[in-house]
C-alpha cells in the first residue's frame, strides 16, 4: 500500500466496523503510525476496544456543537481553528488531551457524540468530520481509518469525498450486502477503490453469503471467521482480544494493500 491513505471503513449497523478498524489498526501499526478517526455519534465503546481513556471530542475544540448552518458558513475559521498556519490539518499537532494513544502507539481523535435526548441530528459532527479529513495532512507513514456510523447517513455528508478509499464491511445479513452496494457504486463514482470484507463468517454458511453475494454482483475480497474470543471481549467491554478475526484481516490486508 502507498501511505499516506485515508481509509473509511462503513457497512450496515453492526457488521463489525469498530471491531474491524481497531483490529485493523493493530497490524498496520506495525509498519505505519496510524490514527483511527471516531466519527460514529453515537457508540462510546471504541477507546475500550483499544484500550486508552475516550480522548475529549474534537468538537469541544472548535467551541462546541452549533446549528449545522452555522457550522457551514463558518467553515473556514473551524479549518483555522483545526489547521497550523500553512501547514494544514495535522494530527499528531492536536493538543494531547485531544488525541488518546493506545500501547500500540495508535492515535484516537473522537469527533463527538450525541450525549442528550433532543439534541438535534448528528450533522454538526459530520461536517467536522468532513472538514477534519478533506484537511488533513498526512505524513509518509501515516493512515487514518475512520469508523463511521451506521449505513448510509455519512453519504449525506459526503464524508467519502474526503477519503482515499472505503473498506467495505458486511456480515451475513442481505440488508448489509444491499448497503455494500450502495457503497461500492459510489466509491466507484467518485473514481475511489473500494473493498468489501464479510465478517462474523462461519463454515456453514460461508457458501451460501458468498452465493448472495454473487447474485447482486458484489464482490468479497476477504472473508474474516466469527472470532468467539473477539465477541466475548467486546460484550466485556475490554480490549479486543483476538487470534482468528485478527490472522484472517492480515492475510485480507497482506493480499489486498500487499502488506506483506
Ligand atoms: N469476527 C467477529 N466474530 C465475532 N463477533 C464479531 C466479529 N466482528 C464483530 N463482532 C461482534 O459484532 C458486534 C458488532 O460489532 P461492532 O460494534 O464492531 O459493529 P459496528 O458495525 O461497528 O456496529 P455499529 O454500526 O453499531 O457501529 C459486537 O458484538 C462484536 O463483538
Ligand atoms: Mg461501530
Do not use: Q
Request: hydrophobic share 40%; glycine share 8%; aromatic share 4%.
Amino acid at each position: 500500500m502507498k501511505a499516506p491513505i485515508k481509509v473509511m471503513v462503513c457497512g450496515k449497523g453492526g457488521t463489525g466496523k469498530t471491531a474491524i478498524t481497531v483490529l485493523a489498526s493493530r497490524i498496520l501499526s506495525e509498519r505505519f503510525k496510524v490514527y483511527i478517526v471516531d466519527s460514529d455519534e453515537s457508540n462510546i465503546l471504541l477507546p475500550y476496544f483499544l484500550g486508552v481513556e475516550p480522548p475529549k471530542p474534537l468538537i469541544d475544540y472548535i467551541g462546541g456543537k452549533r446549528e449545522e448552518e452555522e457550522m457551514e458558513r463558518d467553515l473556514p475559521s473551524i479549518v483555522g481553528a483545526l489547521a497550523r498556519a500553512r501547514e494544514g490539518i495535522r494530527l499528531n499537532l492536536l493538543p494531547r488531551e485531544y488525541i488518546a494513544t493506545s500501547r500500540e502507539g495508535i492515535g484516537l481523535v473522537t469527533i463527538g457524540k450525541v450525549r442528550e435526548y433532543g439534541e438535534g441530528c448528528a450533522c454538526p459532527f459530520n461536517i467536522l468530520a468532513r472538514v477534519l479529513l478533506s484537511g488533513l495532512v498526512l505524513e509518509g507513514d501515516e493512515i487514518v481509518l475512520v469508523d463511521t456510523d451506521a449505513g448510509v447517513e455519512h453519504i449525506g455528508r459526503r464524508l467519502e469525498e474526503a477519503c482515499d478509499s472505503l473498506l467495505i464491511i458486511v456480515d451475513p445479513t442481505i440488508e448489509s450486502l444491499e448497503t455494500a452496494l450502495t457503497l461500492k457504486n459510489i466509491a466507484e463514482n467518485l473514481n475511489k477503490d473500494s473493498w468489501t470484507i464479510a465478517n462474523k463468517v462461519t463454515e456453514d454458511i460461508k457458501e451460501i453469503l458468498l452465493e448472495e453475494a454473487a447474485k447482486l454482483n458484489l464482490k468479497v475480497d476477504g472473508i474474516v471467521r466469527f472470532d468467539r474470543d473477539l465477541y466475548l471481549s467486546c460484550l466485556k467491554r475490554e480490549p479486543l482480544k483476538s487470534s482468528i478475526a485478527i490472522d484472517d484481516l492480515r492475510e485480507i490486508f497482506g493480499r489486498i494493500w500487499r502488506l506483506v
